[in-house]
C-alpha cells in the first residue's frame, strides 16, 4: 500500500503534542522492556503493520528475547511473563477492545495490585498513546518495513 500523506507535516501541531506525551512516557520510570510489549500487543490488536514492525525492532533492540515477542498474542497461554507483566497486558487489551465490555474489574483489580496509582495512570497514558498512533498511522498507510530501532545502552 502506498502510504497517503505526511500527515506530521500537514499537522505538526498535532504531531509535536504527540511526541510530547511519548517523551513524558518515556520518563515515567515505568520499564522500558514492558512498555514495549504493551506498545506491541496493542499494535498487534489493531492491525498495525508499521507499529508492529516499530515496536517489535524496538523490543529487540532493547534486549527482549525472541521467544517472548513470538508468544505474546497468546501470553495467557505461556509460562514465560511476570504477574505484572500479565496484569500490564490484560490492562492493554481492556483499554484496546474497550467497545467489548468496557474495563472489567476484575481486569482492573489485577493491574491495581501490580502497580502503584502513578504507575497505573501513566500505563493508560501509555496504551491511550499507542492506540492513538495505530489509528492514525492505519489512517494514513504508513509504511511497515523500513523502521530502524534507536541504539539502546
Not at 129 to 140: C, S
Request: net charge negative.
Amino acid at each position: 500500500m502506498k502510504p497517503r500523506m505526511e500527515y506530521w507535516k500537514a499537522a505538526p501541531g498535532g504531531y509535536r503534542a504527540m511526541m510530547a506525551l511519548e517523551a513524558y512516557l518515556h520518563d515515567t520510570g515505568l520499564d522500558q522492556g514492558l512498555l514495549h510489549m504493551v506498545k506491541l500487543r496493542a499494535s498487534q490488536i489493531n492491525g498495525c503493520a508499521y507499529c508492529i514492525d516499530m515496536h517489535w525492532k524496538d523490543a529487540r533492540a532493547a534486549g527482549e528475547g525472541e521467544q517472548r515477542l513470538y508468544g505474546l498474542d497468546a501470553w495467557r497461554e505461556a509460562p514465560y511473563y511476570s504477574d505484572r507483566e500479565r496484569a500490564a497486558l490484560a490492562w492493554t487489551e481492556a483499554l484496546t477492545n474497550i467497545t467489548e465490555g468496557h474495563v472489567p474489574d476484575s481486569v482492573y483489580d489485577a493491574v491495581r495490585d501490580q502497580f502503584t496509582d502513578r504507575e497505573l495512570a501513566d500505563l493508560a497514558w501509555v496504551v491511550a498513546a499507542i492506540n492513538a498512533w495505530n489509528r492514525v498511522a492505519i489512517a494514513f498507510r504508513s509504511e511497515a518495513g523500513s523502521y530502524r530501532p534507536r541504539t539502546h545502552a
